[in-house]
């Protein structure tokens, strides 16, 4: 029996995507031979080994959703009903009679019931699911490599390294800040709708009209 796995990167990151990566098998075993796990206990080498294996292998593929576009829908939509949508998304690209699923949202029950509404076939949602299961395992490395080479791409863009995009980085934050002081406004490719960017805007803009 065809199943999928289904796992987001950059969920709460402040620059760069969110990534949902999918991925489907007909068993666990060849996966847990490539050395498959929660792509955060991996080292950045051993994730590209085992994604490029994956791709080449298996049905994998990656949903991603800008920062631009989650600041749009952030404006009607919670962050769980963006994923959730991305996480259907994926789902039309590959179809398996049962998808296993990392949930974001505190109730496991009901998030695995808004995506069967939505998807073929069954699902089970369950949190830390990539520590359970090898398919959602392979599904977390495809999409943090997916975002991984969108964050380099986007520190390539600029000419300077941007950090991990998340707002525990200092380094991401200080490019940030420093951007918004140069230019009054954030840098491309950064979420506006999160506190933090927020907050830094409401001192930019502050400053200037101290400057009067």
Not at 35 to 59: F, H, M, Q
Not at 80 to 86: F, K, P, R, T, W
Request: with cysteine; hydrophobic share 35%.
């Amino acid at each position: 029996m065809k199943y999928c796995g289904i796992d987001e990167a950059g969920r709460g990151s402040v620059m760069g995507p969110m990534v949902v990566g999918i991925l489907s098998t007909e068993e666990d075993e060849s996966l847990v031979s490539l050395g498959v796990k929660d792509s955060k206990k991996l080292t950045p080498k051993k994730r590209e080994e085992i994604y490029d294996k994956l791709v080449e292998n298996y049905d994998a593929y990656a949903v991603e959703a800008t920062a631009s576009e989650i600041d749009t829908l952030r404006k009607t939509k919670s962050l769980n009903e963006i994923e959730l949508d991305m996480f259907a998304e994926a789902c039309e690209h590959i179809q398996c009679s049962f998808t296993y699923v990392d949930c974001p949202d505190v109730n496991e029950e009901r998030f695995q019931s808004l995506l069967e509404r939505k998807v073929k076939g069954r699902v089970v949602a369950r949190h830390k699911a990539d520590d359970y299961y090898p398919v959602v395992s392979g599904a977390s490395i495809v999409a943090k490599v997916v975002r991984d080479r969108r964050i380099a791409e986007i520190s390539d863009e600029f000419g300077e390294n941007i950090g991990s995009g998340y707002p525990s980085d200092s380094v991401t934050m200080d490019f940030i800040e420093k951007w918004i002081k140069h230019n009054g406004s954030a840098p491309l490719n950064t979420r506006c709708s999160w506190e933090p960017v927020r907050r830094m805007m409401s001192v930019s803009a502050n400053t200037k009209l101290d400057d009067w």
